[in-house]
């Protein structure tokens, strides 16, 4: 089991920068599979990027490519997003997530772990 916790939010300007980090508990962390999802007010949690457990292969969100990205150190036992280039739009708030499997999905039912959150708010 693993234990995740989000940290790096807080209010933004559109058009600037912020980054997230997750801390995670355990020996474990390099075998899981990370994810940050995100959600609004009134709308479903969604997808927002991914990265293997090695770290080699992510994927993102369309809305978020070319302006966030995930990374991790394992050593750390951390994921993080760098978000630039922020809109009002991503005002939401953003969740790491861990899954067991090798294979990033899109899906938040298919992660695992879920940390409580971190708010992210982009004003105009």
């Known amino acids: 089991q693993v234990q995740l916790v989000e940290s790096g939010g807080g209010l933004v300007q559109a058009g600037g920068s912020l980054r997230l980090s997750c801390a995670a508990s355990?020996?474990?962390?390099?075998?899981?599979?990370m994810g940050w999802f995100r959600q609004a007010p009134g709308e479903e949690r969604k997808f927002v990027a991914a990265?293997?457990?090695?770290?080699?292969?992510?994927h993102y969100a369309d809305s978020v490519k070319g302006r966030f990205t995930i990374s991790r150190d394992n050593a750390k036992n951390t994921v993080y997003l760098q978000m630039n280039s922020l809109k009002p739009e991503d005002t939401a708030v953003y969740y790491c997530?861990?899954?067991?499997?090798?294979?990033?999905?899109?899906?938040?039912?298919?992660?695992?772990?879920w940390g409580r959150g971190t708010q992210v708010t982009v004003s105009s």
């Open positions: 997530a861990a899954r067991i499997s090798t294979v990033i999905v899109l899906t938040p039912r298919a992660y695992d772990y």
């Open positions: 355990g020996r474990t962390f390099s075998t899981y599979t």
């Open positions: 990265i293997s457990r090695s770290g080699n292969i992510t």
